[in-house]
């Protein structure tokens, strides 16, 4: 377990690459009509979140799919991009179908870190670290789905395959906080 300050993590909504079951990794594709929804549901639990905390640092992903989230999510509050918050590098898999990569027999985080010329899970994980270690206060974070699941994973005390079990949705926000996480829909 990591002790750090309660987060708000957000995954990004729906996108067309999701949608078709393509690895978008650092390569980006539009939010459907369905992630422009779940950012607007995101918006609705946060709103009075960020009220009550005017000074709550909110920090997003540079990926376009983050940052479209974030705008709508955040109604217009300020963010800080951050580059460590990017997607797991899926290699020379970015782009392919889902259907077309060996499977393996796990899930997605063993998958997607296993990627020929990929980031692999230790150098992801030790990203994660990074940004866990520089919080110094309560923070909304909007991100990814495997990201998401090490980051989760090590703020509540995971092992990788408990990681690789987490639910991946989109359309809610995660709270993080003493070690547990909670599952906030609209």
């Not at 109604?75 to 179908?97: C, H, I, K, M, P």
């Not at 980031?119 to 919080?135: C, I, M, S, T």
């Not at 974070?141 to 079990?165: A, F, N, P, Y």
């Amino acid at each position: 377990m990591v002790d750090v300050p309660k987060i708000w993590f957000l995954r990004h909504g729906q996108t067309q690459w999701n949608l078709e079951r393509r690895l978008q990794g650092h390569l980006d594709s539009p939010l459907t009509e369905l992630g422009l929804s779940q950012a607007a549901a995101q918006a609705a639990i946060m709103r009075p979140v960020l009220a009550a905390s005017p000074d709550i640092a909110c920090r997003v992903s540079p990926l376009g799919r983050a940052v479209h989230t974030a705008e709508i999510a955040l109604e217009g509050r300020a963010f800080d991009t951050d580059a460590r918050l990017s997607e797991v590098a899926t290699g020379e898999w970015e782009g392919q179908l889902r259907a077309d990569l060996p499977t393996g027999g796990r899930n997605d985080l063993y998958l997607y870190t296993s990627a020929p010329g990929g980031e692999g899970f230790d150098a992801l994980e030790a990203r994660v670290r990074a940004v866990l270690d520089d919080l110094t206060g309560e923070t909304v974070i909007v991100s990814h789905g495997l990201l998401g699941k090490v980051l989760r994973g090590l703020v509540c005390g995971l092992s990788r395959d408990e990681m690789d079990g987490l639910s991946n949705k989109q359309g809610c926000v995660y709270v993080l906080e003493a070690g547990r996480e909670t599952c906030l829909e609209g």
